[in-house]
């Protein structure tokens, strides 16, 4: 009889769910994805209906159902917060009240109500929220061992942990606690420079290499005291998140020298600094870190997870300092991944199921290919109904030939095809392909496809073959969790140095400038979030990088998640047809079918979809 | 306000507030709020290092009692019984809130999704 565990992220942010079988992770997604709610923080209502439809099975055959959080826990956190802020703690206790008494305790309620039972153990078991990031980590990972670090804002109570898993044991062995927390640090230069907490993060990341890192010095000695182990302690005084309902205060301004950027405002050299200042910060306490789980460990490998380790720029620097000989960080870094996490924790600990570690040496992510595919029919059925034109190519080969031409005729393509990403990374089944030789692809796919900001740069899905070819990156980078440098060779002068020297703060100068023969995929610092595709994990996709080099002689591709900014990515070919058409995107593939925009009949958008999608 | 909201201010303010300031005048702090100086380490090494895989029970009472008793628990153990006194109280508050509480549908933009 099979072991089947349900694992369950929600009413925090990004809600998930995740399904193991004797081990082996046969399902698992956002909620968002189906709900078309970003970041959706509802109960998985949808990701546990597909969890349990991808792996053919009623409720009443699971054996646990797991939630990745302690409310208890939480609830102390938060009760004694609220008495450390005193009188200004009263707004807080009464939200957070309403939202873990009110809710998550009740959490097997919405349980029961979404599939009828709490499984044959009928009880809900509970994690520990790093537990269940550390999980994540550690048990789809190649390694038989390895040091493990989480870091994230904050769990029940802890904000950075660090341990070591063995065989199919984790022992999560120090931590640091609220308040004190990298990942709150950086939501609050987040917030303060104008983007929203909790889904701007990884723009302060992307804008960093714009600025030169100023408040270093000021972030260093008034925010944060960083010791030479890597453990940490903020001064509280500068931050809003304990006593009122945001990040930073008036004594944060004052040190900064003014208020906040209001949001969707021009961003200015401050920001710029900011954002390089800050990133400088994570990446030496990142870094420290892992030096302290490295000599406490003696390991060979690191594992990581929390949302902080979707600091890529921090990932590409620790891999690269060879500290450690491997690295592998959880796809589903953030709170989504919890759900995973939690069900290995149960699948391992609670019942003993051997764990599951690949004999080729790879991961058993399966790719993160985790959530739903849709089969020919389903697609078939879609575009008939709709009358919606298209060409059907059944051959692999003929159809990757086919997309490779349009990418190097200069098309912009979006990409559907086999099971969804889990995680927040495009990884070649829902993504936007473009050209990264052309120079004018990114201001194309920022202003006339994703509607984003322009200074966001793209990412790279390269040949895993010919990585080498094109990035200094010693190992495979198949979740697009690791930044590397371009290779010297390829790179072109430009004005950065001058730009930075300079009182500039219009990006564009910049971004308009090629910085390498791969210019799209080239941030302003030669950097690149790297993709690497192999054959094993996605054959398609491999086939149309390969055939887009047969034409070009550069086996490389802009890779971009296929949504439009503040929207989840696509989950159905409903999703993507909509998304085709409300962009200047050329050419759509969902499976074995090719759709010309020029060919589609006019779209009557029904939805307001600009104002329903909330600008993240 | 509505009722349930009156009661949390009243529990706040007339029990967990005058709780905080006698903790403060006794110098029981919760948590450092600044760097300490002299500090060799900030990390906490952990007293339980594998996982604790909590169990809530199925029924209404059995779930809410759950939670009474684990706070019970927890802040007994930890050295805190003016804290357990206040389980019973928060229990009770529990079953009110589940009944008027919806679940978040936003995430705000503004501050860290904490609780």
Sequence with gaps: ?616 | MNSTDAALKKLFLKEILPLAERFHSEGKEFFLTKPKPGAETYYKKRGETKAVIEEIGVTEDRANNDFEKKLVDMWTEQGYPELAVLAPKLSKLAKSLRLVTKQEEEVSSFIYVMF
Excluded at chain 1, 94 to 100: F, G, P
Excluded at chain 1, 140 to 164: L, N
Aim: charged residues 25%; hydrophobic residues 40%; contains cysteine.
């Design chain 1, 1 to 616: 009889m099979s072991n089947i565990i349900l694992g369950i992220s929600a009413f925090y942010h990004d809600s998930a769910a995740a399904l193991l079988k004797d081990g082996e992770i046969i399902a698992a997604a956002q909620e968002e994805r189906f709900s078309r709610k970003k970041h959706d923080p509802r109960f998985p209502h949808s990701a546990i209906n597909y969890c349990l439809e991808e792996a053919f099975i009623e409720s009443s055959e699971i054996d646990a159902v797991v939630f990745y959080d302690s409310p208890t826990l939480t609830w102390d956190r938060i009760l004694k917060n609220c008495m450390m802020a005193g009188e200004d703690g009263l707004e807080q206790f009464q939200k957070a009240a309403h939202s873990i008494l009110g809710v998550k305790i009740w959490v097997k309620d919405y349980v029961v109500n979404s599939i009828g039972s709490l499984g044959k153990l009928d009880r809900l078991l509970f994690t520990e929220h790093h537990m269940a990031h550390a999980a994540s980590a550690f048990y789809p990972s190649p390694f038989k061992e390895a040091a493990i670090i989480t870091i994230d804002g904050v769990g029940e109570w802890a904000t950075t942990t660090v341990g070591k898993g063995s065989d199919n044991k984790i022992d999560l062995l120090w931590e640091i606690d609220y308040p004190h927390s990298l990942g709150l640090l950086y939501s609050a230069v987040t917030y303060y420079c104008g983007f929203k907490v909790n889904s701007g993060e990884y723009k302060l990341m992307g804008l960093a290499p714009y600025g030169q890192p100023v408040y270093y010095k000021t972030i260093r000695e008034n925010l944060i005291d960083v010791k030479d182990d890597g453990s940490y302690c903020l001064n509280t005084e500068y931050f809003g998140y304990l006593n009122s309902l945001k990040m930073t205060n008036e004594k944060f301004e004052h040190l900064f020298g003014g208020p906040a950027r209001e949001p969707e405002t021009h961003i200015l050299r401050k920001e710029m600094d900011l954002a390089a200042s800050i990133q400088k910060v994570t990446e030496e306490v990142v870094l420290l870190i892992a030096g302290h789980a490295k000599k406490e460990t003696h390991s060979e490998n690191l594992v990581l997870a929390g949302g902080v380790a979707l600091n890529c720029v921090a990932n590409g620097l620790l891999l690269k300092e060879n500290l450690f000989d491997d690295i592998w960080i959880q796809p589903a870094a953030g709170d989504a991944g919890g759900a995973l996490g939690a069900a290995m924790l149960v699948s391992n600990m609670y019942f003993d199921v051997p764990r599951k570690i690949n004999p080729t040496g790879r991961d058993t992510q399966k790719g993160s290919y985790l959530g739903p595919a849709y089969q020919y029919s389903e697609i078939l059925a879609f575009l008939e109904r709709n009358g919606f034109p298209y060409e059907k190519i059944t051959d692999q080969e003929q159809r990757a030939e086919k997309v490779a031409q349009g990418i190097a005729d200069g098309q912009i393509v979006g990409y559907f095809s086999g099971r969804m990403e889990y995680g927040p990374r495009a990884l070649g089944a829902r993504s936007i392909l473009g050209d990264p030789r052309n120079n004018e692809t990114q201001s194309k796919m920022n202003l006339k496809i994703k509607y984003r900001e322009s200074f966001r740069p793209f990412a790279p899905s390269v040949l895993a073959e010919d990585v080498n070819d094109f990035f200094d990156l010693k190992k495979e980078s198949p979740y697009m969790l690791l930044v590397a440098p371009v290779k010297q060779e390829l790179r072109l002068q430009t004005s950065i140095s001058e730009f930075w020297e300079s009182e500039d703060d219009d990006m564009l100068n910049i971004v308009n400038q090629p910085r390498s023969d791969i210019p799209a995929v080239t941030h302003v610092d030669y950097s690149a979030r790297v993709q690497t595709v192999n054959q094993i994990d996605n054959p398609d996709y491999h086939s149309i990088i390969k055939k887009f080099k047969d034409l070009t002689g550069y086996g490389i591709l802009v890779n971009t998640s296929f949504n439009v900014r503040g929207e989840p990515i696509v989950c159905s070919p409903q999703d993507a047809y909509q998304c085709f058409m409300r962009t200047e995107m050329d050419l759509l593939v969902l499976g074995d079918f090719l759709l010309q925009k020029r060919e589609q009949p006019e779209f009557e958008d029904k939805d307001n979809w600009e104002s329903a999608y909330e600008l993240d």
